[in-house]
């Protein structure tokens, strides 16, 4: 027996997907007028799949500040230890991306997309200097971005279940 959602759940649904999508998109415009007025890339990829899961998905753990945060700048930091030991490259890419990994379950701040972000430095080699900083404000910006659906307009899940 199939169950065909009604009209009032599907428009719910609707709504819900087009107020996700608009702060998704807010946040990541606002990262790249940020990159735009420091004439720096501050938008990379990973940053899009985080904001995806803050709004998305606000009460999954992976989605919480300390993850997005603590994520994100720990597999920066792993990226930058696999450049130095192995250099630049594919091969050196993919260790980096496991071991962003095994790094962010040891620290207990899983955030998948931030693999990704390990696989960057890999694969790109930024400068630290700048890179760390950006990657931190950049994370910043999609944390507050989640605040705002909650308080405007009563979204149904908090953001953040938990710090």
Avoid at 40 to 59: E, F, M, N, R
Wanted: charged fraction near 5%.
């Amino acid at each position: 027996m199939s169950v065909t959602p009604n009209a009032a759940s599907l428009g719910r649904r609707a709504w819900h997907a087009m107020r996700a999508g608009s702060f998704a998109t807010g946040a990541l415009l606002v990262l790249v007028a940020v990159g735009v007025v420091l004439h720096q890339p501050v938008l990379i990829p990973p940053l899009a799949a985080s904001a995806a899961l803050v709004h998305g998905a606000p009460g999954l753990p992976i989605s919480q500040p300390r993850n997005l945060v603590g994520g994100q700048l720990l597999s920066a930091a792993v990226g930058f230890l696999v450049l130095a030991v192995a250099g630049p490259g594919p091969w050196a890419a993919a260790v980096a991306g496991g071991l962003a990994l095994v790094a962010m379950l040891v620290a207990h701040v899983p955030h998948s997309p931030a693999a990704a972000t390990a696989v960057i430095v890999v694969l790109q080699s930024p400068r630290p200097v700048l890179f760390l900083p950006l990657l931190a404000l950049a994370a910043a910006v999609l944390v507050l971005f989640g605040l705002l659906p909650h308080r405007v307009g009563g979204h149904p899940v908090r953001y953040p279940v938990a710090w």
